[in-house]
């Protein structure tokens, strides 16, 4: 798996859920991780929670069909 979740840091409490509750549970029922789940801010390019180059830089080490 290779989630990526692109949430706004504005809501703290719900920041990325979907991507977070959709990688647990596609590692809970066994799939093989890829890339490490990539959390991106779109509340600022700075944020603690980075943006796409790591995602993007993983991707390219994988064909994706």
Do not use: H, W
């Not at 977070?20 to 700075?46: F, H, S």
Request: aromatic share 10%; hydrophobic share 35%; proline share 2%.
């Amino acid at each position: 798996i290779a989630v990526f979740g692109c949430g706004n840091s504005l809501y703290a409490e719900n920041f990325n859920q979907v991507a977070k509750e959709t990688d647990r549970c596609l590692t809970e029922i066994g799939a093989k991780r890829l890339l490490p789940i990539e959390l991106a801010d779109e509340n600022t390019a700075k944020s603690v929670y980075g943006g796409t180059n790591q995602f993007r830089r993983g991707q390219s080490m994988y064909r994706f069909v």
